[in-house]
């Protein structure tokens, strides 16, 4: 199976708190999972990855958890920030190195 | 900037039409793929070239084709346009096919396209 499947569909948080993003997949042979953060109007930008050996990536306040037996991972957004009110999408890449895509989640920030 | 260009921003046109969009990847970049996005959805994947040979289809619908040209550009035709065509359109390149590195897609700005 090629999904991955991203929950919530949108998600609101106080400015300061933490936002959690969580993917699925059900592909094993998937090597290497990005998230990419999209404002209106502009087009997906790489944010952040993460390989199937590590358990962990941080990258300032954003931080992705992998859990390999889960088949799962997740970003997570420290110290959100009105600026990061954006939609994100993750993926996954699958054995024919095509980027497999989750439905996107549209995150808002309130100040 | 991403370094990938697109061209029309936007393009309006009528049911039964059909429109080119245009796409200049980034310098040194020989994959080009297409993504369409509807209304607060997520990105279909249409179409894969690299360095001008197709490599990969997603949903991309029969009405539509695409080419990559010597120069690398890439166009995508959309023919005997249909309301639910209305989209935004999106061209990514990245540098190899596959390869040891992480193949990050870069994406343009994005051709909005409405039917009416």
């Known amino acids: 199976q090629q999904q991955v499947k991203q929950s919530p569909q949108s998600l609101i948080v106080q400015k300061g708190g933490i936002s959690i993003i969580n993917c699925a997949y059900e592909?094993?042979?998937?090597?290497?999972f990005p998230w990419y953060q999209q404002f209106p109007g502009k087009g997906p930008a790489l944010l952040i990855a993460?390989?199937?050996d590590v358990s962990e990536k941080k990258e300032g306040r954003f931080t992705i958890s992998f859990n390999k037996s889960a088949k799962q991972f997740s970003l997570h957004i420290m110290d959100s920030q009105p600026g990061d009110s954006a939609t994100y999408f993750c993926?996954?890449?699958?054995?024919?190195?095509?980027?497999?895509w989750g439905a996107g989640t549209k995150l808002i920030i309130k100040p | 900037d991403s370094g990938v260009t697109q061209t029309p921003k936007h393009l309006i046109t009528a049911t039964g039409q059909r429109v080119t969009l245009r796409c200049s990847p980034r310098?040194?970049?020989?994959?080009v793929y297409w993504y369409q996005q509807s209304l607060d959805q997520g990105l279909q994947f249409l179409i894969q070239?690299?360095?001008?040979?197709?490599?990969a289809k997603g949903n991309i619908l029969e009405r539509f084709s695409a080419q990559q040209f010597p120069d690398l550009h890439s166009e995508l035709n959309l023919s005997s346009l249909e309301l639910g065509d209305s989209a935004l359109y999106f061209c990514?390149?990245?540098?190899?096919?596959?390869?040891?590195?992480?193949?990050?897609?870069?994406f343009g700005p994005g051709t909005r396209l409405t039917v009416l």
């Open positions: 990514a390149s990245s540098a190899t096919l596959a390869g040891s590195s992480y193949n990050e897609q870069f």
């Open positions: 310098s040194g970049d020989l994959s």
């Open positions: 070239y690299y360095n001008g040979e197709e490599r």
């Open positions: 592909n094993t042979a998937f090597d290497y």
């Open positions: 993460i390989r199937p």
């Open positions: 993926a996954g890449r699958g054995s024919n190195y095509q980027l497999i």
